[in-house]
C-alpha cells in the first residue's frame, strides 16, 4: 500500500440526461449482472442458480424549486452517471427510475434510484 494520502470519499456528483443534480447523501451503485443462489440438498452443495439482477444507482437529492418530482415518475431510458471522491465514474444507459419518490419536506430531500442492465464503473 503506498505511503501517500489518498481521497477516497466523501465527494459525489451525478448527472441525470446531462443535467447535474444537488446530492445530499447515501450514494450507492452496484454493476453486477447476477445473482447467485447456492442449491443445497441434504447430502451437501449441489450446485448453484444463476438469474439476472439490473445494475443499480441510487443517491439522496435536494428538493430545488427547479426540479419538478413528477418528471422522476416518467423517467425511462434515462443516462445516469455520478463521479465519486475517487475518480471512479459510475454511468448508465436505458436506465428506470423504478422507485415512488417521496419528498421529505422538511429536509427539502427525497431519495431516487435507478436500474438498467448497462451500469459500468472505471
Not at 71 to 94: C, H, I
Request: net charge negative; hydrophobic share 40%; glycine share 10%.
Amino acid at each position: 500500500m503506498s505511503g501517500s494520502m489518498q481521497r477516497l470519499g466523501g465527494r459525489f456528483w451525478i448527472w441525470i440526461d446531462g443535467i447535474q443534480f444537488p446530492v445530499v447523501s447515501q450514494p450507492t451503485y452496484g454493476v453486477a449482472t447476477t445473482k447467485k443462489t447456492l442449491l443445497k440438498g441434504l447430502d451437501g452443495i449441489h450446485g448453484y442458480a444463476e438469474e439476472p439482477v439490473p445494475g443499480f444507482i441510487a443517491v439522496t437529492l435536494r428538493d430545488t424549486a427547479d426540479v419538478s418530482m413528477s418528471e422522476f415518475d416518467r423517467m425511462t431510458d434515462v443516462s445516469v452517471s455520478a463521479q465519486l471522491a475517487n475518480g471512479k465514474r459510475v454511468s448508465g444507459n436505458n436506465m428506470v427510475c423504478v422507485e415512488t419518490v417521496e419528498v421529505d419536506a422538511t429536509e427539502g430531500t427525497f431519495s431516487v434510484r435507478f436500474e438498467g442492465e448497462d451500469v459500468t464503473d472505471q
